[in-house]
Each structure stands twice: as structure tokens, then as C-alpha cells.
């Protein structure tokens, strides 16, 4: 079982930055890809970007594209989510993910390790 451990989350005025991470640990950790997804009150939880582990081939939602970059370090089984120019509607529960089977459709239920989420609350 492996386990993941977000952090970077809080409170940003519209047009900041910040910075998630997420640190992979338990058993040997070697995924097909890992992800950021996000859900805000009342929605579906939403893929933000995603990333292959042994590639690093990025992937990102079209309403981050631009402003986000997804990186990761095998050395520290770590990925980690820059996101720019943040918008009022940014604001969610940021979730990482993680999959050792190929992903598909990068839908939130192709994933099956999930981190208990960290709080992103972006202010006017």
C-alpha cells in the first residue's frame, strides 16, 4: 500500500502563485502516472494535470494550461504542481494521485491511491 502526503495548500490572493507537493511512501513506488485532481463544493472531482512517472510526459486541464506546470522526482518519489495566475475559481480540495496500471482517460476513478487532500481557498 503506498501513501500519499500532500501539502502547499491555503489561502492565495487571485493572480498569486503557490505550490502543492505530494511525497509517496509505504512499498516500492514506481506508478504509471500520478495526478493532481481538485473538487470544489458540489462538484465532480476534476483532473488538473497528470504527469507518467517514467516518461514525464505532462497532461494538463485545459483550465490550468498555461498557468501550471507538473513536475515529479523519482529520487524522492515526490511530484509537485506550480500553479500561476490563480483564479477565484481555483479554489477547491487538491487532491494527489497516484496509478500503477496505464492510465486511460485520466478520469479520477482510473486512479487508485489517493492523498487526503489539501485545502487551496484563492481570494479577491
Known amino acids: 500500500q503506498v501513501q500519499l502526503v500532500e501539502s502547499g495548500g491555503g489561502l492565495v490572493q487571485a493572480g498569486g502563485s503557490l505550490s502543492l507537493s505530494c511525497v509517496a511512501s509505504?512499498?516500492?513506488?514506481?506508478?504509471?502516472?500520478m495526478a493532481w485532481f481538485r473538487q470544489a463544493p458540489g462538484k465532480e472531482r476534476e483532473l488538473v494535470a497528470a504527469?507518467?512517472?517514467?516518461?514525464?510526459?505532462?497532461l494538463y486541464a485545459d483550465s490550468v494550461k498555461g498557468r501550471s506546470t507538473i513536475s515529479r522526482d523519482s529520487a524522492k518519489n515526490a511530484m509537485y504542481l506550480q500553479m500561476n495566475a490563480l483564479k477565484l475559481e481555483d479554489s477547491a480540495v487538491y487532491y494527489c494521485?497516484?496509478?500503477?496500471?496505464?492510465?486511460?482517460?485520466?478520469?479520477?476513478?482510473?486512479?487508485?491511491?489517493w492523498g487526503q487532500g489539501t485545502q487551496v481557498t484563492v481570494s479577491s
Open positions: 504527469i507518467t512517472w517514467l516518461g514525464g510526459n505532462p
Open positions: 509505504g512499498r516500492t513506488f514506481n506508478p504509471y502516472a
Open positions: 494521485a497516484s496509478e500503477d496500471f496505464p492510465v486511460r482517460a485520466y478520469h479520477y476513478t482510473d486512479f487508485g491511491s
